[in-house]
């Protein structure tokens, strides 16, 4: 199948290797990375005693010497003073893709920072009172997962998938080949679809027991641009397989099938149940990450229509155990930690992976958890808008983003609220 | 204005000396500050032990500092200094050489600026230089000085009206003077048509606004007026001296350095006023700072440069003699030793012994200096005026 947005790869030439943007920040400057991974807002370190914003990032108050920053959102407005294009650089990443456009932006806030600059901004002929830029930063992770500020024109809404800051540091399934490993489950389904309305080019869907018939799998092989693959993440050769065929095409994984039971250590004697649970989470992804892993890392700069991301449907109940979802807690507990070595194997080759922390799905293994619920297609239109900005951590829905803030406040306090039994 | 600050009367330098510069050196930095010493007291002809203070400035001379450097060249001064300001290093080896003959604490005080530059170096030293370099600007395209000083030029075009021929007559009048100065690496003339056509760097900043990275060392001495007038030593001396750093930090972008905030002090500690200046030296790593030390140091108004610069000329025998050595722009930068570029091209000036380039009957010099692209701007600034004892 020919791709409309990327030209074919001429198979003669030698694959380029990627070379990371520079990858070097202070652990203060990390704060921009902690603030990137889940959203494109700015932050800056703010000084408890008198109110200063900082920037660049600091070890005291630039103002009272106070060692008290705390990290808060800001006003991503500012004014754009001055622009370069680049050509030349002391760095390959940036000399490979020459020219770059850089700005240096006065924050409304109070600091000056240095930004890459979107095509359609630019300061004004003369910089007077009357004659202002106005622009907005937003925060953003690059090719080798650091943060960046990039600056873009205050009125501008859409973003241009195809340009190429947003490239960089986007990971858009605009289209890209992507393998989704369960298209049976109900999230599975949504996100093929939000796959899909997203310009996807491919979209393999993996189903597991191809003689169980089913209606779900004949509705998605109707679809335009989706292909069915057998992929059983429990049996290595039929990922190793999988991973032959395409391991050397796909573009982005979404890693999502999973099984989910809901027993504690009590309630269900014996490990069979939970033992399925690892099979699958835990080790079906370690399968995949084998099988695919080397083939995408070595496309990672393969021409613009690279292989990008990674996906992992973990839970947020890999942060903190929901006793009466105990086994499948610790199975998305041992997920999230692969995840984080996969992650750190991802990295220098520049392909970002998506960590997706959801509370209870509104699906049939969670019918006796009470509302709210995250719906499968609100969750795939998450995992959509979070690939296209780049995210690396994902907490969709209400009761995600509220175990997250509960867990990152006191994980203590987490831990005895769930002994009750509520969420 | 403060007016406490100690006369630098009786303080003279002396003994100018040029390591050759070459665009790559396979020695190290140490070796480019032993031979400038060891010029130092050939030109001055002292032995070594008569040197008891040392003031040094160097990139790249780690892991060492000039600690190292007295046990490797068999030294044993009573007062020492590393200064790690660049291109501001120059100026402010004198100031703090100047304060420690003056109370005894050193009789004679060799500063040095000495620098090698190998292929990789100077790429190399890009990433690190500062925390700030690393966390906040580095990752925005790894362009080095070359992209925050684009944005400066950028911004003082738009808001002054300063022009890329401005800029221009900076750098060609300097290629006029590096014609005359045997030790300068680029000699050959330049037109400002070939200034304006020259490739993009990082626009507006095209190749010829640039430096050319590159290794060797500069040296002068220190020591107070009777003891240069006993060992019959030709010397300058050292009327005023300034320096500020990170001065207005609030500006959101720079549009004026430190100068500005001290150089009422800078003229009336020398008892004169910049009309009065023979020859200036301005640290022009690019020619944006040059403007803007020629307002900050009070030859035109902040913002005014650009006239200024359409109304004078700057080579030796221009209106307003500047850069005669060629300056970094056609010199050189051997790194550190920048900082002190000016400094030996005004000594010489005033002793006159710069020959082809001499300018007539100079008396008074400034010399200013201007360092370290901490994140984005420059933080060092300083000046000295010297008046000639001729």
């Keep these: ?423 | 204005m403060r007016t406490n600050r100690a006369s630098y009367e009786g303080v003279v330098l002396a003994a100018p000396f040029t390591v050759p510069y070459e665009r790559y050196s396979i020695r190290n930095a140490n070796w480019f500050a032993a031979q400038a010493l060891r010029g130092l007291l050939s030109e001055a002809k002292l032995e070594k032990n008569q040197v008891d203070g040392i003031c040094l400035s160097s990139f790249l001379l780690g892991p060492d500092t000039v600690v190292g450097l007295t046990q490797q060249m068999g030294l044993s001064p009573r007062w020492i200094d590393h200064i790690p300001t660049g291109g501001a290093s120059g100026v402010m080896a004198v100031r703090r050489a100047a304060r420690a003959v003056q109370c005894g604490d050193a009789d004679i005080i060799a500063c040095i600026g000495a620098d090698t530059n190998h292929v990789e170096s100077f790429r190399e030293g890009l990433a690190n230089f500062s925390a700030f370099a690393r966390d906040a600007t580095y990752p925005y395209g790894a362009g080095g000085p070359n992209s925050m000083f684009a944005l400066m030029t950028d911004h003082y075009m738009r808001r002054y009206g300063a022009t890329r021929s401005d800029f221009g007559q900076i750098a060609v009048s300097q290629r006029a003077n590096a014609a005359l100065n045997p030790n300068a690496l680029l000699r050959k003339p330049m037109s400002l048509e070939e200034y304006l056509n020259a490739r993009p760097i990082a626009e507006p900043i095209h190749l010829l606004d640039c430096v050319m990275p590159c290794a060797g060392a500069e040296g002068f001495l220190v020591l107070r007026e009777e003891r240069a007038k006993e060992l019959s030593l030709p010397y300058v001396k050292l009327s005023a001296a300034i320096e500020r750093h990170n001065a207005y930090a609030d500006d959101p972008v720079m549009i004026r350095g430190g100068w500005l905030r001290d150089r009422d002090e800078l003229y009336a500690q020398a008892g004169i006023t910049p009309d009065q200046i023979d020859v200036i030296h301005t640290y022009d790593d690019y020619p944006v700072i040059v403007l803007m030390q020629f307002e900050g140091l009070g030859f035109c108004e902040l913002g005014g440069a650009p006239k200024f610069v359409r109304e004078n000329t700057f080579t030796h025998d221009g209106t307003v003699p500047h850069n005669t050595s060629g300056g970094q722009l056609s010199a050189g930068q051997a790194g550190a030793a920048g900082g002190f570029l000016g400094l030996n091209e005004t000594i010489r000036q005033l002793l006159g012994t710069t020959g082809a380039r001499q300018v007539k009957d100079a008396h008074w010099g400034l010399v200013s200096g201007f360092g370290i692209v901490n994140f984005d701007r420059c933080v060092c600034t300083g000046a000295v005026i010297l008046e000639s004892a001729r």
């Design chain 1, 1 to 423: 199948m020919k791709s409309n947005l990327f030209p074919t790869k001429n198979p003669i030439l030698r694959t380029p290797r990627m070379n990371l943007p520079p990858t070097g920040r202070g652990r203060v400057a990390h704060g921009f990375t902690r603030a990137a991974a889940t959203s494109d807002h700015l932050e800056l370190q703010v000084c408890e005693q008198c109110e200063t914003v900082q920037y660049p990032a600091r070890d005291a108050c630039e103002k009272c010497l106070s060692p008290e920053l705390t990290w808060l959102k800001q006003s991503p407005l500012g004014e754009l003073l001055g622009v370069t294009t680049l050509h030349h650089s002391n760095h390959l990443y940036f000399q490979e893709r020459l020219p770059w456009r850089i700005g240096i932006v006065r924050l409304d806030r109070g600091p000056t920072v240095i930004a890459f600059l979107t095509k359609n901004v630019s300061p004004p002929e003369t910089i007077s009172d009357e004659h202002r830029t106005r622009v907005q930063v937003l925060l953003r992770l690059d090719r080798g997962g650091q943060a960046i500020f990039v600056a873009h024109p205050i009125e501008e809404l859409n973003i241009d998938l195809k340009e190429k800051l947003q490239m960089e540091t986007g990971c858009s399934p605009l289209g890209r080949k992507i393998l989704v490993t369960d298209g049976k489950t109900a999230a599975g389904q949504a996100v093929v679809k939000s796959l899909l309305d997203a310009g996807a080019e491919t979209v393999w869907v993996g189903y597991s027991e191809p003689w169980k018939s089913s209606e779900v799998i004949h509705r998605l092989k109707a679809l335009d641009r989706v292909e069915l693959v057998p992929l059983d993440l429990t049996d290595a050769r039929s990922v190793n397989a999988l991973g032959s065929e395409l391991g050397g095409k796909v573009d982005i994984v979404v890693s999502n099938a999973e099984v989910h039971r809901t027993e504690g250590i009590s309630s269900r004697p014996g490990t069979d149940v939970a033992r399925a649970e690892m099979e699958v989470n835990y080790f079906g992804l370690l399968r995949l990450a084998q099988a695919f892993g080397p083939a995408m890392k070595a496309r990672s700069a393969d021409g613009p229509g690279h292989a990008v991301a990674w996906v992992n449907l973990l839970s947020i109940f890999a942060l903190s155990n929901y006793p009466s979802q105990g086994t499948f807690s610790a199975s998305k507990a041992a997920a999230f930690s692969l995840a984080q070595c996969l992650r750190a194997e991802m990295l220098p080759h520049g392909i970002r992976v998506l960590n997706v922390f959801p509370g209870p799905i509104d699906d049939e293994w969670n019918q006796n958890v009470p509302p709210p619920k995250l719906s499968p297609s609100a969750l795939a239109s998450a995992i959509v808008r979070a690939l296209t900005e780049g995210l690396e951590d994902l907490y969709p829905g209400d009761v995600a983003r509220e175990w997250f803030a509960r867990w990152s406040d006191n994980p203590k306090a987490l831990e005895r609220e769930l002994v009750g039994g509520s969420l």
